[in-house]
């Protein structure tokens, strides 16, 4: 019963998107400004211009991925309440053919006809209860369909969090031993955040692991190689 309420719990953070935006948060900020800032280092060594470019990075990919994120996110709250107030209607105007889907969605979970048959008679008699029912059968759970402001707010503060890990070493130094600091520490964490999407999802974590760090390095090395092609001094 404990593991069963905790895949319980799990599914409706999920399901809310504050899990979603708070890996999504991490891995954009962290991606982002490796790159960003490997790329400003590679035409232009001066500490104060990097870490300039970082922070407004930080601060304006933070904003744009909350306010994306709540804007996502309210969209598909609206349409879940509109799909569910469909079917309340529905359940008043076509009863019978409401009860016979809902047969139907039982019977799909490999319960026999007869059995679901008498379930979706049962059923039927509370509207709340199915309404409950047909949302399940569209994956999400009625009393859970997200909350916005929680998405957006988990979003801002993971992709600040994830933006600042390679950013630290040009508080403290620049050149060519900050652009290696912020690699080594930008690797660390993409194989922190890969792990934990490999466990999370009950996938294999070495190779979630590399896979991040393969993202990470192959964002990182075409933003350098073009801001060495292009070579901008700033005075």
Known sequence: ????????????????????AAVLGVSDGLVTNVALILGVAGAQQSSRVVLLAGLASLVAGAVSMAV???VSMAAQVELLRRLLSEYRDHLKRAPERARQELEEFIQSGGVRQ???HNASQQI??????????????????????GSPWKAAFTSLLTFAGGALVPLIPWFLRGGGEAA?????????????????????GGRNILWSAARQVLV???????????????NVTVS
């Open 1 to 20: 019963m404990p593991a069963e309420r905790g895949d319980l719990q799990r599914a409706r953070e999920v399901q809310s998107g504050a899990t979603r």
């Open 68 to 70: 994306g994120e709540y």
């Open 114 to 116: 007869a059995t679901a």
């Open 124 to 145: 039927a008699l509370i509207p709340d209860r199915a309404l409950a029912v047909y949302a399940r059968s569209l994956g999400m759970d009625p009393e859970e369909l």
């Open 180 to 200: 290696i600091a912020s690699i080594v520490l930008g690797v660390t964490a993409a194989i922190g955040v890969g792990t934990m999407l490999g466990y999370l």
């Open 216 to 230: 990470l390095v192959v964002a990182a090395a075409a933003t350098w190689g073009a801001g060495r092609l292009f």
